[in-house]
């Protein structure tokens, strides 16, 4: 066994944790504390990643199970129970905010086709992605740039929530949005550049993030209001419209009506804090 192998994972990656800034993957390292890409003043450090371009060694991969939604809850249960019955010990586990698991193991040097490698298995009941670190720069036209691959996954004994925002209980199942918030949100959704390829969610609206908030929306009145409001009050672009039916039906397998909110927290800041931000934060204190 390597050296690098009989260290924990902790251990292994301690000098490659970012604090997650704001609940986004825009982050600082912890080392120095300097912040990159967000306003200081507006800094609010929230949780751990992981940025594999930091870490000194590059056998070490995640691999993320990503167990439908449309299972119950007993069923995505028993599904990660038998994934990890089938683990040997020595790999490490994190059950994810919607009960799917993050398996922190060695790669064995396999060389892998990128860092991200996205859906390598589709189940009837899961699929599975793989992150390692295999290439530091961005590759274009066949030649290697000097832009910097961002290469971040969530760190072991961390957790993703928010204290006015998305809510995740502990089974992982994600609370619905009241009809008044929900109402809300879809109110908010006008004047948006709707763009088809999903970007950084603080960086432009992509249609399928539209529909996937939608679609989380329990009350059908409200949801087909917003639905109804995405041409007529916003610009779509020419591929977005295009891809319209395609973005609907994806979004309505990956229901999440927080969505909304961060959609609106970037897109429509002046409305987010003025109308949606004390709606969470009376939610909130109504737990």
């Known amino acids: 066994m390597q050296e690098q192998d009989s260290k924990t994972i902790i251990e292994r990656v301690k000098d490659a944790m970012i604090n997650i800034v704001n609940y986004t993957k825009i982050g600082q390292q912890e080392s120095n504390g300097k912040t990159t890409g967000i306003n200081a003043k507006r800094q609010q450090i929230t949780s751990k ?62 060389r892998l086709p990128s860092n991200r490698n996205v859906k390598v298995t589709i189940t009837d009941c899961f699929d599975i992605d793989v992150f390692a670190q295999m290439t530091k720069y961005k590759i274009e036209n066949g030649q290697e740039t000097k832009e ?71 009350n059908e009145s409200i949801r087909a209001e917003g639905i109804g409001n995405i041409r007529k009050f916003n610009k779509l672009t020419v591929n977005a419209d295009k891809n319209y039916g395609q973005a609907s039906s994806n979004g309505d397998r990956k229901p999440n009506p927080w969505i909304l909110t961060k959609i609106l927290r970037y897109h429509n800041n002046d409305y987010y804090e003025q109308i949606i931000k004390p709606l969470l934060k009376k939610n909130y204190e109504a737990k």
């Open 148 to 218: 910097i691959i961002q290469n971040r996954v969530v760190a072991p004994n961390t957790q993703h929530d928010r204290v006015y925002g998305e809510q995740i209980n502990d089974d992982g199942a994600i609370e619905q949005k009241n009809d008044e918030l929900a109402s809300a949100c879809v109110d908010g959704l006008k004047n948006l550049d709707i763009h088809k390829y999903p970007q950084l969610i603080n960086v432009e609206v992509s249609l399928l993030r539209i529909f996937c908030g939608l679609y989380g929306i329990t």
């Open 49 to 110: 990643l992981i940025d594999l371009l930091l870490k000194d060694e590059d056998n070490l991969c995640v691999v993320d199970i990503d167990i439908h939604k449309d299972k119950s809850l007993e069923e995505i249960d028993k599904i990660r129970q038998n994934l990890i019955d089938s683990l040997p010990p020595n790999v490490g586990l994190v059950k994810t905010a919607h009960g799917g698991l993050y398996i922190y193991c060695n790669r064995n040097y396999y």
